[in-house]
């Protein structure tokens, strides 16, 4: 193994450990470090078997193995923001819904108080 191999290989454990380090601290919830996960792990094959590369460069008809390398890192930050973006989308309607709950129970809570006050004044 040479230098560069092995800094790869530091660096993407280093990464892996970050994730885990996040999801233990309760910072990252597991089903969203999944693709985090998956990107490390296919980092990690490309750093140790240095051949899947130009596998994955020939099958694409790339023709230089590197520009691979950056079209499954482009790959792989598209379907990260994709996730994010359906899970924000979710969170979005389940906040508008629960912002409407709130303004009706607002209002039933205001009409029962008007009532409350109304029947103590009629006591007067």
């Known amino acids: 193994m040479d230098r560069v191999q092995l800094v790869s290989i530091g660096l993407v454990a280093l990464l892996l450990g970050i994730i885990f380090q996040l999801i233990r601290k309760n910072r990252l919830l597991e089903q969203y470090s999944l693709l985090w996960i998956l990107s490390a792990v296919l980092l990690l094959l490309m750093s140790l078997w240095r051949g ?16 691979a390398l950056f079209l499954l890192a482009i790959l792989c930050g598209i379907m990260i923001a994709l996730h994010f973006s359906v899970v924000i989308s979710r969170l979005t309607k389940q906040n508008h819904t629960l912002a409407q709950e ?12 008007e009532s409350q006050d109304f029947k103590s004044e009629k006591e007067k």
């Open 52 to 67: 899947l590369l130009d596998v994955i460069s020939s099958l694409a008809g790339i023709y230089y193995p590197p520009s």
């Open 102 to 113: 709130v303004a009706l129970l607002k209002q039933k809570m205001e009409t029962i108080i």
